[in-house]
């Protein structure tokens, strides 16, 4: 092993924690471990991924790192091998599943667009009725109706005893409602989930 190839020095600086020879091994390793990933992936996005994967190991790692012939890329080479073999078999399995999902037709492509719209616009809607609630009375409303406490449970989050918290409650949800006007369906179930004691 040449002097110019021993990594002795620089590698025990970058076990101590110095970022300075860990930059030092990554400019000296970088293009031979990304050649490798490159190898062993379809997609260079994939082989950069399976490179910086490699380093961080690498850094994480790097008390227990042993060198190989005065240099830490065996160990690299190994890291970066296994870890694009990860990704690939990753993959393979993520294709496979894609394949078996079932295709759905334009007209159902459509309808869960329009769901999707409805959705967000009465998601918009909810926000603009929550935000003119007293500040008690929506965070009551977000605690059991969003977040499925018990109205017991909600009260004292918001400085309230149970039973002002329930009759609170039930005024807010009918201000809701009517503020929502002939479209409360979608939320009329959510809130009524909130009626828990």
Known sequence: MSEQNDET????????????????????????????????VDRMQDADDATAIAFFELWRKRRSVVLVDGTVLPWLLVA??????????????????????????????????????????????LREALSVLDPKDAALLTLTALDGLSVADAAPLVGLKAGAARTRLMRARRRLQDRLGRHPSHVTWSLSEGERA
């Open 9 to 40: 020095e620089i590698w025990s600086r970058a076990r101590t924690d110095s970022g300075e020879a860990f930059a030092e091994l990554f400019r000296r390793h970088r293009d031979s471990v990304f050649r490798r990933a490159a190898a062993l």
């Open 80 to 125: 970066v091998t296994n870890t694009a073999r990860n990704q690939r078999r990753g993959s393979v399995r993520y294709r496979r599943l894609l394949a078996a999902l079932p295709r759905s037709d334009a007209r159902d492509a459509e309808q869960e667009a329009l769901t999707a719209i409805e959705t967000e616009v009465l998601g918009i809607r």
